[in-house]
């Protein structure tokens, strides 16, 4: 029993320590004083490494001074952790997996909801084939225009990474040759990047009409763009602290001319034991390298630039294709439930708010599962065999959203990339450049993040509607309603149940008025 109570989840382990507080204060959720709020702000606040401290500039060595890989204003780090779902119990070991369900004296009605939960969507499959029959054949997918748009989407790839290069280009003569000042490279590189963003998006809009594909491609957009950004500002602020550790390394120096020779030695000894820093390739600005680039941009499952990541030593081959495996697996799933519940309902008339409402029910469970299958099949299969390929150790893609008991905590842990991304680039960088409260920079993070949301749905259909950007500010009151219900079993179904209904709801919204103009969403023709 003790190797069983080692592998209890982490979770549980800190149900069984609380004491004094209900049965229903399993989800207790912790955040920071100074954390925003809304979707993708900062998660919970996480004390810095040691690396991160702040260097006393008083002791900084010559060869120590002009070493800097990492600004000072972002407080979190790539570290080599694994994906929280490899932590889960071998589920073929019976007597640990019921450990890890026992939060209290009830296990049985886990098992109990776990057999209804399955025959509940064993019956709802096979009613569905003997009533309308299998409506899922590869004719579905096979058609011209499909691949047509897949050919189109490689282009666009081509297109992003292309026309990566000039801006590489200015950023050198920028941090290595000083051509540029601070405003005139800003301007410059905010610019091209737009240009970019806005180029790659009117080739899709023109050339790509189906909607699974439009929404790749926007995807890869987006990411693209944000981690040219996150390049840049990272770098602008890697050469602001190099020259603010400089200065006071210099006139800490000056003031301390009268040291003793004692002391000068020991100053002699220590420059010399700490003068590697000064070659390494991840200092400033010897990060700027080409290689280190197109590595950030085409290979890193990050969003956040740093000049260095930790690393594996090997690439496990077998991780890569139970991956792939489970990818394949993923999306059969995903092609049938699609095409046999989600498509039929999502193309049928409304005539009335009562069929408004049915279809809602009737999406419910197919969207929820197709959304979670997207989720694991991305977040969990596709950014591994990235990181297996590019050796990369960080593989916290996403927390524990699934015990959220409020929705800004969702938010917060689902999308672990873009939430790192709007902390350093939108939170942090609001409050410093600008002075503003963490109020302010929460809207802005919030706003934001509708924006994009928005765009990707607007891209994939062809059509701005601001369907998305309503839910996403409906989200506000939602979520301080959900504050009420913090750390107990209501604010979990409260989030849960955002979700299935959120889901349909926006599939009703946006397909709707696509298939009044068109009969298929691949297969236009």
Known sequence: MDRVQNLRPRKLEQQSERTGKS??????????????????????????????????????????????????????????????????????????LLDALQTHNLEGLYNLSFLVLMSALLYMTMRSVRSYGFRAPLSHILCVELWEDVLAHVGVIAFLFLFSVPLYGVCIAHFRYRYFSESVFGALAFGYNAALFSGA????????????????????????????????????????????????????????????????????????????????????PKNLTL???????????????????????????????????????????????????????LSSPIDSVADAVFSIVQLSIPSMILWLLSFYAFFQCYLNILAEFSHFADRHFFSDWWNASTLDSFWRKWNIPVHEWCLRHVYLETMQAGGTSKHVATFWVFFISAILHEYLFSVSFKFVRPWFFIAMVLQVPMILASRRYRGRRRGNLMMWLNLFVGQPLLNIMYSREWFSTHNSLFCLS
């Open 201 to 284: 998006t009117c080739i899709v809009w023109a050339f790509i009409r189906v909607p699974p594909v439009s929404l790749v491609s926007a995807c890869c957009i987006l990411v693209h763009c944000m981690k040219l950004h996150s390049y840049v500002r990272t770098n602008v602020f890697l050469r602001k602290t190099r020259r603010e550790r400089r200065r006071a390394h210099h006139a800490s120096k000056g003031s301390s001319s009268a040291k003793s020779d004692v002391d000068s030695a020991r100053e002699s000894d220590s420059s010399a034991s700490t003068s590697a820093p000064e070659s390494s390739p991840s200092a400033f």
């Open 291 to 345: 290689k280190n680039f197109f590595f950030f941009v085409a290979c890193a499952p990050t969003l956040v630039y740093e000049t260095e990541y930790p690393r594996t030593d090997r690439i496990r081959k077998r991780v890569i294709m139970k991956c792939l495996l489970q990818i394949l697996l993923c999306s059969v799933l995903q092609y049938f439930i699609m095409f046999q519940f989600i498509l039929p309902i």
């Open 23 to 96: 049965k229903g204060a399993a989800l207790t959720e912790e955040r920071g004083d100074d954390e925003p709020e809304g979707p993708d702000a900062p998660a919970d606040s996480v004390s810095a490494p040691p690396a991160l401290e702040r260097v006393d500039s008083s002791v900084l060595t010559d060869s120590q001074a002009p070493f800097v890989s990492r600004p000072d204003l972002y407080p979190h780090a790539p570290q080599a952790r694994s994906s929280i779902l490899d932590a889960v119990p071998d589920i073929r070991n019976e007597e640990v």
